[in-house]
């Protein structure tokens, strides 16, 4: 998981209706929308779900430490998203304590390695690398009106990448992969062509690859790699990655067809990916 730094997240909260409205503008879809579509859950039935779902957002301490504002970022996603939330007043096990103590439905923390969402009743984990490149791959769909049949380049296959390719593979997308670690992509690549019955593109040079794409996922790390000659205007970008790959000009080039956050989508399909646990099963 990325480790992010106060900066990336301190307006979060005070633009997260703007946020909303100019994902509406470029997808057709709120932060809801999306995170629900990337969950395969009825955003109704969540929608009337949240308000009876309290969730503990809990500091943990280890490793590097508690990032300033974190908490409060994924506090006003969550309470955006229309969930009862909180945020633990002590950390590590106390915090966890404190939140089972409050009724937690769900508990979020996260540390060096990974970043959860814990359904308690059920027992079933939401995690966010696995959430946010659901929701990346569903946002692209979105905002160019589906990719059954469409060539998509996913560049940087950690986590992150590894969901939103799973998810692309599932819509009917014809997908190529582009990573740094070219030993741990091919035996990856070539466990999940068998498992989900794809023939999955390795991509050995990224700069042609970037210039025959129009729809690019960027789920890598690493700054400056999408520069203003790669964009054409028809070249959508969705891009979890952080921080953004693409250049300022890049970015201006991409305008509205570019999706991109530190955390909003992830956490918003965190909860709602935990929260389905909670639908009582029909008879």
């Known amino acids: 998981m990325t480790r992010l730094i106060t900066t990336d997240i301190s307006d979060i909260a005070a633009n997260l209706k703007n946020y909303d409205a100019e994902l509406i503008a470029r997808t057709g879809y709120s932060l809801s929308g999306i995170a629900c579509r990337a969950a395969e859950v ?18 943990i301490s ?37 939140s089972f103590e409050k009724k937690a ?32 791959a569903t946002g692209l769909s979105f905002m160019v009106g589906g990719l059954n049949g469409c060539e998509v380049l996913v560049i940087g296959c950690g986590p992150v990448g590894r ?6 593979i599932h819509m009917g997308s014809l997908v190529s992969v582009y990573d740094v670690n070219t030993e741990s992509l091919s035996e990856w690549v070539k466990t999940l062509g068998q ?58 080039r991409l305008a509205k067809r570019l999706i991109q956050d530190p955390l909003q989508l992830g956490v918003a399909t965190m909860l709602v990916s935990a929260a389905k646990y909670h639908i009582e099963p029909q008879p």
């Open 195 to 252: 498992a989900a019955n794809a023939k999955i593109q390795i991509v050995k040079t990224l700069d042609p690859a970037l210039q025959r794409h129009q729809f690019i996922i960027d789920a890598s790390p690493a700054e400056n790699i999408i520069h203003a000659h790669h964009i054409t205007p028809d070249t959508y970008v969705s891009a979890p990655g952080f921080p953004c790959g693409l250049d300022t000009e890049a970015q201006v």
């Open 42 to 59: 009825d955003e109704a039935q969540i929608r009337n779900l949240l308000p009876k779902i309290r969730v503990g957002v809990i500091p």
């Open 105 to 136: 439905d769900v508990v979020m923390l996260a540390d060096d390695e990974r970043f959860v969402a814990l359904h308690i009743r059920s027992r079933s984990i939401a995690d966010n690398s696995v959430c946010t490149g659901k929701a990346f």
């Open 62 to 98: 280890s490793g590097a430490g508690i990032i300033s504002g974190f908490g409060d970022a994924v506090l006003s996603i969550l309470l955006h998203m229309g969930a009862k939330t909180f945020v633990s007043r002590a950390t590590d096990i106390a915090g966890i304590a404190e």
């Open 163 to 168: 969901s939103a390719t799973e998810t692309l």
